[in-house]
């Protein structure tokens, strides 16, 4: 049974910083893309950053490019998201989501080609 399980969320002050965490289980995790994708309320589901099976490869959305870093260890199934200068704006529910990975162009940030979701963390950055 494949389970991706999020945590990490809560609330924090403009400027400061959050770890989300997902933890992974149910399938060969070192073959598949990873990625953190975020909604807010009313607005459509985005990507924030996506990371290749082997995490050789790393994509950011322009709003967290530089503040945000993805990693992975496939040792431990895991995945992570360090969340700095947070902004008012990043405020929204966090996804960690999975694919198979076919080439590592495949690894994008179209969330409909994603096939495991976690539940989500929700993230409150207050002004």
């Known amino acids: 049974q494949v389970q991706l399980v999020e945590s990490g969320g809560g609330s924090v002050q403009t400027g400061g910083s959050l770890r989300l965490s997902c933890a992974a289980s149910?399938?060969?995790?070192?073959?598949?893309?990873m990625a953190w994708f975020r909604q807010a309320p009313g607005k459509e589901r985005e990507g924030v950053a996506v990371?290749?099976?082997?995490?050789?490869?790393?994509y950011y959305a322009d709003s967290v490019k530089g503040r945000f870093n993805i990693s992975r260890d496939n040792a431990k199934n895991t995945l992570t998201l360090q969340m700095n200068s947070l902004k008012p704006e990043d405020h929204a529910i966090y996804y960690c989501a999975a694919k198979w990975q076919v080439g590592v162009s495949s690894c994008n940030s179209q969330y409909r080609t994603y096939t495991y979701w976690g539940q989500g963390t929700q993230v409150t950055v207050s002004s």
């Open positions: 990371i290749s099976a082997g995490g050789t490869s790393t």
């Open positions: 149910g399938y060969s995790y070192s073959s598949y893309c």
